[in-house]
């Protein structure tokens, strides 16, 4: 039941669901929802991970059915059993985890299914003009000719909206839109977003930011616990009270940290370099130290060597040139080329969190309980050397599920089926499990609400305190701010500058990345 205080704005309206319902089993992921949508606005939809909103607007794209309730498309009740019904009421729809064909190009893909011709060249010419008109209108430029699988992420996601633009989408839903983003893609998109309300596009943003709330919305409804719980003019509220009924309680700012020794060193890096299989040096000669009982942000924009680095300090790739020092195991320093696999580095208390939780994190179609003992399906305490114990690994399951507030609390369903902040939640819980003396975390809340990201900064506090050394790679300014005792910033592969965490702000770090000559401060 949603509260009093605004309520649903006026119309007319492009989108109205009423006492929609919606359960997969034991989970009631929608349960009496309404939600009225004027034409012409940008409307977020905002709640915990989990809380049913990619499910309610799956419902309104078709691709899930409603249990009940009513799909209102500008004023004329429509049955929604599939995406082709929506898109032909001028639905689109960009999910969070894409639907793309990887070895088809950016054209192939967004013709795929809206072939204007029985010849596909006359198809793809006609399409081409259409799109390159699109494109430029808005400042989507893509290479329609280069196989999707081959672009940037970001890319991927301008051929997403390509897709539903080029099929006439009046109604835009956009699921996570920014989480694989940097800030400057992500306010390009929204100016791209605001060009389209202009035009008379209604747009419906499922985002757990409440920056981007503020930025770019006229209207906001909350959901918690598969009910929709508030509706909020966006000029009439502000992110705290929106952080609030999102988790149904005041969220903590403060982030207090233990006064550590942190003189010891426990990992330490000298003169790294990677040159790929290109030619083009993605690293060039990093040096620093990690120190145990602290937390160092590395600070960027997204393809400027962080993944590179952090692939090859959890040993998934080889360096070109250097040393890398694994102080706490007390043995010799290692070059590049000898330092220890992933499975070994865990084995000595190397732990990692990806950037990438679908591609490195899980498997999709492993069952939660699965993916909640990757990596560590050899330890002694979940079965013997040629078996697992069915018990014991749903045991330890359910302990992560419990500490880290894992939703839904059903370690049998398939990875695949939980939203993209509960897997990552699996996935950080999982690494930190085991106490490890080194933590490598790549965008630890990416994709994460609001809620969830206050769990995960006090367990990765938690771990610093106890005496952690922890590496942390973000493109959230804040994020980075907030944890970091100290900052290193990379720009085309080097690091260009480095700041006490509580002397640095966001100008400066912001000249740092932009800058493409060392310097220590």
């Known amino acids: 039941m949603s509260d009093s205080h605004d309520a649903q704005p006026a119309g007319p309206y492009a989108v109205e669901l009423k006492r929609i319902n919606k359960r997969f089993g034991a989970v009631w992921a929608n349960k009496d929802i309404d939600l009225s949508v004027p034409k012409a606005t940008i409307h977020g939809i905002i ?47 960009v999910h969070q985890h894409f639907m793309l064909v990887e070895t088809l190009s950016a054209l192939e893909n967004i013709l795929l299914g809206a072939e204007s011709s029985w010849s596909l060249d006359a198809s793809k010419a006609k399409a081409r003009q259409k799109l390159e008109a699109i494109s430029q209108k808005f400042g989507l430029e893509v290479p329609l000719d280069e196989p999707v699988g081959e672009l940037a992420v970001g890319v991927q996601q301008r051929v997403e909206i390509l897709k539903a633009l080029y099929r006439q989408a009046k109604i835009l839903i956009l699921d996570e839109p920014t989480g694989v983003l940097t800030p400057q893609e992500a306010d390009q998109l929204f100016d791209v977003l605001r060009d389209l309300r202009t035009q008379g596009v209604t747009v419906l943003i499922i985002t757990h930011k409440l920056r981007e709330i503020m930025d770019v919305t006229d209207n906001v409804s909350v959901m918690r616990g598969g009910k929709m719980v508030a509706h909020r003019k966006t000029a009439n509220t502000n992110a705290e009270e929106l952080a609030e009924l999102m988790v149904g309680r005041p969220v903590a700012k403060d982030l207090p940290k233990g006064n550590l020794d942190q003189s010891q060193v426990y990992l330490s890096v000298r003169d790294l370099s990677y040159t790929d299989g290109k030619g083009i040096k993605r690293l060039k000669s990093i040096s620093f130290d990690l120190h145990a009982g602290e937390i160092v942000g590395l600070a960027g924009v997204s393809g400027n060597g962080q993944t590179e680095l952090l692939k090859i300090l959890s040993g998934e790739m080889r360096g070109t040139s250097g040393m890398i020092d694994f102080v706490a195991d007390g043995k010799p320093a290692y070059t590049c080329q000898t330092w220890p696999n992933p499975k070994q580095l865990r084995a000595v208390g190397v732990a990692h969190i990806p950037e990438d939780r679908i591609g490195q994190g899980l498997l999709k179609n492993f069952t939660m309980q699965e993916s909640a003992i990757l990596g560590y399906h050899h330890d002694a305490s979940l079965g013997s050397k040629f078996s697992l114990m069915v018990k014991k690994v749903r045991d330890s ?93 990379m720009n085309q592969g080097q690091i260009t500058g480095e700041l006490k965490g509580d002397e640095a702000d966001p100008r400066t770090i912001g000249m740092l990345m932009a800058s493409s000559e060392a310097m220590k401060g």
């Open 47 to 93: 709640g915990e991970n989990g809380a049913g909103k990619s499910t309610l607007m799956s419902v309104l794209y078709g691709f899930y059915e409603a249990d009940s309730g009513d799909v209102v498309i500008d004023g004329e009740k429509v049955k929604m059993t599939n995406s082709t019904h929506a898109i032909a009421h001028g639905v689109g729809m």
């Open 397 to 489: 399951a359910l302990a992560l599920i419990k500490a880290f507030d894992v939703r839904p609390n059903l370690p049998e369903i398939r990875s695949a089926n939980m939203s993209g902040g509960n897997q990552q939640k699996l996935i950080i819980a999982r690494e930190m499990a085991r106490q490890p003396k080194v933590l490598l975390v790549g965008q630890p809340t990416r994709g994460v609400d609001i809620g969830a990201i206050e769990l995960i900064y006090k367990e990765l506090v938690k771990a610093r305190d106890a005496g952690a050394a922890i590496l942390v790679v973000s493109v959230e300014l804040d994020e980075v701010l907030t944890l970091s005792d100290r900052i290193l910033v």
